[in-house]
């Protein structure tokens, strides 16, 4: 296999399925990228002064807002702070809940994808909004976490795990990429003990190493008592629903995308 050949094939899909477009005075730039509902990514460049500014448009708050949750307040206001700051935009003239940065023309490239991902991080905090009372939690989990993989990892629901005993127990999850694999349990507030006792049997028997086990808790960390937390942390990684990026923090440490491929 030619290497070039095969890094090329690849660019030349990305380069044909991002749609350029003038707008005003500026380009609107569809990236092959999308929302949690299929929506393609969508970002605008704009010339200012010796640069360019780069906004989503506030499409991914605006997407929250319809669904319920305000990034203006609370811990979905923290989440899109955090997101900022991790993406390093620079926050040019921004308007409330609009995600921009500026550069050169020869940081165009990386503004653009930086704008575009942040947006996504966003969009994924809609897992905020009041849920129907009857959607099991192992589905909101499973769910919000295919939402956060997208492409770029392997998620199987209610994967096997070998005991070492020899014996195989189901999980609710596995997130793989490569040869790394994150298992993780969904454990309800419904019958608590039962959740709990059931995730800590799997964890304790099972043959995967503690920091590639994750017990996801329904809630936050008030909602559960500290025994049970300490119990479950001695088995493997405790993360809580009701944080808006910590589930996608620590799965980004054990199971980390593809490196990009680079000329």
Known sequence: ??????V???????????????????LLVDLPLTY???????????????????????????????????????????????TVRNAGLSGLNTAPGELATFGT?????????????ASMRVEQLRW?????SLTRFPDRVVDRVRSWAQDSRHVQREALVSLRSGRKRQVTLRVSSRSRSAYIQAV???????????????????DVPK????????????????????????????????????LERQLDKVVPPHPALQM
């Not at 296999?1 to 095969?6: I, L, V």
């Not at 023309?105 to 704008?115: F, K, P, S």
């Not at 909602?223 to 944080?243: K, M, N, Q, T, Y």
Request: aromatic fraction near 6%.
């Open 128 to 132: 905020l909004a009041v849920r129907h």
């Open 36 to 82: 949690g509902d299929g929506d393609a990514v969508r970002v605008l460049v704009e010339p200012m002064g010796s640069g360019f500014r780069v906004s989503d448009r506030a499409v991914a708050a605006t997407q929250l807002s319809m669904a319920g949750v305000n990034v203006a307040t609370g811990r979905p206001a923290e989440a899109f702070a955090e």
């Open 211 to 246: 920091e590639n086990r994750i017990a996801a808790l329904d809630g936050g960390r008030e909602d559960w008592p500290s025994e049970i937390i300490s119990e479950l942390a001695s088995v493997g990684d405790v993360e809580f629903f009701a944080d808006p990026l910590s």
């Open 105 to 117: 023309a020869q940081e165009l490239g990386r503004l653009v994808l930086d704008v575009a991902q």
């Open 1 to 6: 296999m030619d290497p070039t050949m095969t």
């Open 188 to 206: 309800s507030s419904r019958d608590r003990d039962q959740a709990a006792e059931h995730c800590y049997y799997i964890f304790d028997l099972s």
């Open 8 to 26: 090329g094939a690849i660019l030349r899909t990305i380069n044909d399925q991002t749609v350029v477009r003038p707008y005003g005075d500026g």
